[in-house]
T-cell receptor, first 118, second 113 residues
């Protein structure tokens, strides 16, 4: 069974500094996808970034980048130049694609609460 | 473009009451999902529908039923609510399995007394 582990319940960072949120995963499938979502206090789930297991380069989306280390089974999210609006819960998730059933499921970690201090 | 919509936004039930959470998407997506989120936890899959006319159990299906009414709509029913079902419920959709990301609705906050 696939599993996502986020070991940092909470993280603090100063505004304008970079921060890394950790995510490790466990799967026996050679093909998988990794996602990061942001959940602000308002509650909605906002997609940030995606990394496929066969992607050669680390994914980047604006200030977000994914430090993908396949051998270590880690997919850490790096937020550069933190802003006050980055304060939120961050969830790492893995795509479990059932080729026979023709569906996909997302398996989520428990999340990391990021607080950006002024 | 509304994306994924959920109704109601908030609901209070008494133990034993029933209710249906509604979800609709206007993105012509094939697959739809219901998750629950409990404090200190990530989202856990309750049920999903890979395509219109099909539904399957996820990680925590007990106490719930679903209906894929048509391609747009996927409802979640609690037949006899229990306090353990107090949670935030999210509906999501994706174009097809393995394609793109799942798009989430705003969530329904449910309190069972």
């Amino acid at each position: 069974a696939q599993k996502i582990t986020q070991t940092q319940p909470g993280m603090f960072v100063q505004e304008k500094e970079a921060v890394t949120l950790d995510c490790t995963y466990d799967t026996s499938d050679p093909s998988y996808g990794l996602f990061w979502y942001k959940q602000p206090s308002s509650g909605e789930m906002i997609f940030l970034i995606y990394q496929g297991s066969y992607d050669q380069q680390n994914a980047t989306e604006g200030r977000y980048s994914l430090n993908f280390q396949k051998a270590r089974k880690s997919a850490n999210l790096v937020i550069s130049a933190s802003q006050l609006g980055d304060s939120a819960m961050y969830f790492c998730a893995m795509r479990d694609l059932e080729t026979q059933g023709g569906s996909e499921k997302l398996v989520f970690g428990k999340g990391t609460k990021l607080t950006v201090n002024p | 473009n509304a994306g994924v919509t959920q109704t109601p936004k908030f609901q209070v039930l008494k133990t034993g009451q029933s209710m249906t959470l509604q979800c609709a998407q206007d993105m012509n997506h094939n697959s739809m999902y219901w998750y629950r989120q409990d404090p200190g936890m990530g989202l856990r899959l309750i049920y999903y529908s890979a395509s219109e006319g099909t539904t399957d159990k996820g990680e925590v299906p007990n106490g719930y039923n679903v209906s894929r009414l048509n391609k747009r709509e996927f409802s979640l029913r609690l037949e006899s609510a229990a306090p353990s079902q107090t949670s935030v419920y999210f509906c999501a959709s994706t174009p097809s399995p393995g394609v793109g990301t799942q798009y989430f609705g705003p969530g329904t906050r449910l309190l069972v007394l």
